[in-house]
């Protein structure tokens, strides 16, 4: 684990851990907030492939490629200046705005649930989507609660388990419902 601005960042991090965190540019100026997370969701385990960034002129796609988790913010790989203009494409799934507080599907069981935060995996340079979390533990997390409850849970010796539904058996809702990409 590794500590920082919000708290403390897993080794395999949840959006919540990095979501809101501040963008620094590569020579350390900040650029605004990590507003967002993008995927493409037809992959079992689809990779992150766009941050959006909340700055003071509005909103800024980035491919997260050009971006690295530091410990206490995220910080672009290359100046600002040097990087493309990105726009999401048709069909691209915006971690927090569209699924964060929704319902979907779990096709394992057939049952519906709701998501309180995501599963995501750092591994050679990539940012996964590993599941998505659907009980009380990712609610607590969101605002930061979850370590102290769960040491009450653990002194008291009552379970606290974490519920994450594998991204391949996420079923999202028609795309007409989750409102526009």
Not at 132 to 148: F, K, M, N, S, T
């Amino acid at each position: 684990m590794v500590t920082g601005g919000r708290g403390t960042l897993r080794a395999v991090p949840y959006l919540s851990d990095i979501q809101h965190r501040r963008v620094l540019d590569a020579g350390g100026d900040a650029l605004g907030r990590l507003r967002d997370l993008a995927v493409m969701p037809g992959d079992r385990i689809p990779a992150v492939q766009w941050a959006i960034l909340a700055t003071g002129d509005g909103e800024r796609v980035l491919r997260w490629s050009d971006l690295a988790i530091e410990p206490a913010h995220v910080r672009l790989r290359r100046r600002l200046e040097g990087l493309p203009p990105e726009a999401l494409p048709a069909g691209a799934v915006r971690l927090g705005r569209d699924l964060l507080d929704q319902d979907i599907v779990d096709g394992a069981t057939a049952t519906a649930r709701t998501v309180t935060d995501l599963q995501l995996e750092e591994s050679a340079g990539q940012l996964r989507l590993l599941g998505a979390d659907v009980g009380y533990r990712g609610l607590l997390r969101r605002i930061g609660i979850e370590g102290p409850i769960a040491g009450i849970a653990r002194a008291l010796g009552r379970p606290f388990p974490r519920r994450i539904v594998a991204w391949g058996d996420v079923r999202l809702p028609e795309r007409a419902e989750m409102g526009a990409l």
